[in-house]
């Protein structure tokens, strides 16, 4: 039994903060712990409180009297201290929580779901909601068997028909819907060009040598009884060495004879004129572009079936190589000036002239000019359709003026396309025949395609791998921009340089003779290679929206022969006096566009087998065949976890085990028994086992054991517990 005696003796109390139990008879079951002032702080909530100055038999008397002569200051001290003591941070008590759980989480983890295949199977076949499994295992043995059998049948079909559906939604299909609108239309952009590019009268300096060298090879082609060329006068044949022209005399197939056009009677040896007379005649011999490389190992051969198509390439061929290395700014002024092509602009009731055109270059056709572009001002509407509403043109092409050997064709080349779209006038332009009026009514489609995964198309070409080389005109994307830019980049990684119909990217130059000899050769090859065109083609994009106009075309003869006479004399009167030239009717355009009706067409892409098709499928097949839902699924779902579960601890025990089967494998011998296991923990000495001799024994004759203590370890009073305020109360006292 403790007395104060002992309390004093120890120099503190070993009585714990919870009092003691409550014993047989007594009327409360724990005793509150002594409080040195009447303050509520002191007093645990729910107990009774003490009587003023009793206090518990447990409490030595130096305790109480410390407590009783305790100043007021120390009091205070005390309340302050414990009023500031630090509470725990919140963030460390949220992630205590989140450590605990996260360890039940792992422990559950551990022991797994509990049960055991068999009792998986038996209580998702009990407990699911579709309706075969439950009959799997409430039936006779005969009943069990078919419905095992029905419920595996209808299983396979419900997953064949999934499939079908799925495969059908993966194949991105789509439907095309036709709707027909009625609004008011901006009216598309117009680009007029000249057949010619260029006007002879101010190109004719540079091509003066190849027009004479085309001369002599008309003379060679046409014989000397029908060419009117002098003989006698010298060419310049530099041009001609790198690209001749041949004939190629076919008569025995399998050896074919190359004559060259300007060899003295076709032995070998060159002549700066043309030798007399014709050894092959036209239709014995054909025409042919002779293609080489660089150092003239290899050579190719461009065969035509008729002598003007070839003359007319190699034409084109060498007045390429010239104007690639003319500035572009001269080129310019070599082309039709617009207040010469366009002669009179009406647009609507409203008048216009050559300044409300934006002009343009294009290498095939010189000098453009664009009505209704949309680049600086808002596109211009057209209030009703017909002629009276639409564009009228009245155009000279100047046809006295065209290059005689690289124009053939005479007339307007013009095009309709979007606002900001650049026009691929050679390839989607029409032809407008001089000395005619020709009509064009208009109607409108709008394309409107899915984008992916359902096509391969674009929005504005951001996600096209091609540089788009159109960029520089602030142009809109296009497939048609996308293939030339994809072309030119081939062109510049094969040969070298650039072509001269398409745009440059930064610090390229285009082709010529004099820096790349053998750039006809590899451009002939890029040209026909068919690796390159798919390659560009798989590339590039088509648009997700386009705008096509559809044209219908007629025309007529204007003007008519009674008024022919003052047309043209008003038309020359307006016209710049300077020129000196008088307007005749095989240089006179007239055009008419304008809307044929204000229909439009919209063609739009949708989806034909949208998620809520496939799910409604899906759901239907499931409910029809097996009488499920989605749930039944989740069920499904997680009797797979459950198994794969299992399966994976039963995997870790296993490896467990074989490691340890392993380890146990390593030590020879009997496991040691619980004997030895409890000598080698007590033997602190390492004193030798002289219960089994060996040949160590004898080499420890003289060891002594080492002394063992007869004290008892010190009695340490912080290894006690004793209430908190009796242990303030012992310190408070000490420091006073």
């Not at 495969?167 to 439907?175: A, D, F, G, P, R």
């Not at 204007?558 to 022919?564: C, D, F, K, L, M």
Request: hydrophobic share 35%; glycine share 6%.
């Amino acid at each position: 039994m403790w007395t104060p005696e002992q309390g004093s003796a120890r120099g503190r109390s070993s009585f714990g903060g919870r009092g003691r139990k409550k014993g047989r008879g007594e009327p409360g079951g724990a005793v509150a712990r002594p409080s040195a002032s009447p303050s509520p702080a002191r007093h645990a909530p729910g107990l009774p409180r003490p009587a003023a100055g009793s206090l518990p038999v447990c409490v030595s008397a130096r305790s109480r009297r410390r407590r009783q002569s305790r100043p007021p200051a120390a009091a205070s001290r005390r309340r302050r201290r414990r009023r500031t003591r630090p509470e725990p941070p919140r963030e460390a008590g949220a992630t205590m929580h989140v450590k605990k759980y996260l360890l039940k989480g792992l422990h559950r983890l551990q022991k797994g779901p509990g049960y055991t295949y068999k009792e998986l199977l038996v209580w998702y076949c009990d407990n699911t909601n579709t309706h075969g499994p439950k009959r799997i295992i409430c039936e006779g043995p005969k009943k069990k068997a078919m419905w095992f059998v029905l419920t595996l049948l209808f299983t396979s079909l419900v997953c064949w028909q999934w499939g079908l559906f799925i495969k059908t939604y993966l194949n991105w299909e789509v439907s095309v819907s036709l709707s027909i609108g009625f609004k008011t239309m901006d009216f598309p952009a117009v680009t007029i060009c000249n057949a010619s590019p260029f006007q002879y009268s101010k190109v004719q300096h540079l091509l003066k040598d190849l027009d004479e060298l085309m001369e002599a090879v008309l003379g060679r082609i046409l014989g000397p009884e029908l060419s009117q060329v002098n003989d006698t006068r010298a060419l310049n044949l530099s041009i001609w060495h790198h690209t001749p022209l041949v004939f190629i005399n076919e008569q025995n197939p399998h050896h074919p004879v190359v004559l060259d056009l300007f060899e003295d009677n076709f032995n070998g040896s060159a002549s700066n004129s043309p030798a007399p007379g014709r050894p092959c005649s036209a239709h014995r011999c054909k025409v042919a572009m002779r293609l080489c490389s660089h150092n003239g190992t290899t050579c190719t051969f461009r065969n035509f079936s008729s002598a003007t198509q070839a003359v007319t390439e190699w034409y084109t061929l060498q007045a390429t190589n010239i104007f690639a290395q003319v500035p572009n700014q001269e080129l310019v002024a070599m082309g039709y000036p617009a207040e010469r092509l366009i002669l009179a602009c009406l647009f609507g009731a409203e008048p216009c002239n050559y300044r409300n055109f934006t002009p343009i270059f294009h290498p095939d056709y010189g000098n453009c000019y664009i009505f209704n572009w949309g680049m600086t001002e808002k596109a211009l509407p057209s209030a009703n359709p017909g002629t009276e509403f639409g564009l009228k043109l009245i155009l000279d092409m100047g046809q006295e003026d065209y290059v005689p050997f690289l124009t053939s064709t005479a007339g307007a080349r013009l095009m309709l396309h979007e606002q900001r779209s650049y026009p691929f006038i050679k390839e989607e332009g029409i032809y407008a025949m001089a000395g005619m009026e020709t009509s064009i009514g208009v109607l409108v489609d709008k394309l409107q395609r899915k984008g992916e995964p359902y096509s391969q198309c674009t929005k504005n070409g951001s996600d096209v791998p091609i540089q788009n080389l159109y960029s520089n005109y602030n142009t809109t994307y296009s497939i048609q921009a996308c293939i030339r830019s994809c072309f030119q980049e081939h062109m510049i990684r094969e040969c070298g340089c650039g072509h001269y119909l398409y745009p440059l990217p930064h610090k390229r130059k285009y082709c010529n003779n004099q820096e790349f000899p053998d750039w006809a050769h590899c451009y002939s090859a890029l040209r026909i290679s068919l690796a390159q065109r798919e390659t560009c083609i798989y590339a590039c994009k088509e648009s997700c929206n386009d705008t096509q106009y559809k044209m219908t075309i007629s025309m007529a003869v204007w003007p008519s022969e009674a008024s022919e006479d003052w047309i043209f004399h008003v038309l020359s009167q307006e016209r710049d006096q300077s020129s000196n030239i008088t307007l005749s009717r095989k240089g006179i355009v007239k055009l008419n566009i304008y809307f044929q009706e204000f229909n439009y067409r919209t063609i739009e892409e949708s989806a034909a087998n949208n998620i809520v098709w496939l799910l409604s499928n899906l759901g239907g097949q499931f409910g029809f065949w097996m009488g499920g839902s989605v749930l039944c699924l989740i069920e499904f779902g997680e009797i797979i976890i459950d198994f794969v579960w299992i399966t994976i601890i039963k995997l870790v025990a296993l490896a467990k085990s074989v490691r340890q089967k392993r380890a146990q494998a390593r030590y020879e011998g009997p496991p040691p028994t619980v004997a030895e296991l409890v000598e080698a923990h007590t033997n602190f000495g390492f004193q030798p086992d002289l219960a089994t001799p060996g040949p160590d024994v004898e080499a420890y004759p003289h060891e002594q054991n080492p002394p063992i203590p007869g004290t008892p370890p010190p009695n340490y009073d912080s290894l006690r517990l004793q209430p908190l305020d009796v242990i303030e109360s012992d310190s408070e006292g000490d420091a006073i």
